[in-house]
């Protein structure tokens, strides 16, 4: 079995987390990946979605990043989020609000490029909806 890997998960304000994993699931711009020890070097765009972080000892964590970019080496993974806090600090309300936001954004703007990437927005955060209410399922 590869060894653990060492994980930081960096907002602008703060170093959110610091710690040695057995893995690291972070959502990545053309799907969700998995880092464990011995991953080969990567550099991938993040989307808004949940970190999910299972230390050593197996217990599980879960993060929000709000986009950004994870550097995966020899050195473990970094997270350099747009935004992030842990999942339990971000919650239904939020993404409702967020969607709704997306929504105005979508109705609101008439050129077909604008108009997809409000759509793709739209869609994020009502995929993000359904992930939280799965972790909230779960953390009981």
Not at 32 to 48: E, F, I, N, Q, R
Not at 49 to 74: L, P
């Amino acid at each position: 079995m590869a060894e653990g890997v060492k994980v930081e998960i960096v907002s602008p304000e703060v170093l959110v987390l610091s710690a040695e994993a057995r893995s690291v699931i972070v959502p990545g711009s053309e799907g969700y990946l998995t880092v464990m020890g011995d991953h080969a070097p990567l550099m991938a765009v993040l989307k808004p979605g949940f970190v999910t972080v299972t230390d050593t000892s197996g217990a599980v964590s879960n993060f929000f990043v709000g986009g950004g970019f994870a550097d995966i080496s020899d050195a473990g993974v970094t997270i350099l989020a747009e935004e992030a806090k842990p999942a339990s600090e971000f919650g239904r309300t939020e993404i409702e609000e967020r969607i709704s936001a997306a929504q105005q954004e979508l109705t609101a703007t008439s050129d077909d490029e604008d108009k997809g990437e409000a759509q793709n927005a739209l869609d994020t955060w009502k995929n993000l909806l359904l992930e939280n209410a799965a972790l909230s399922g779960v953390a009981h």
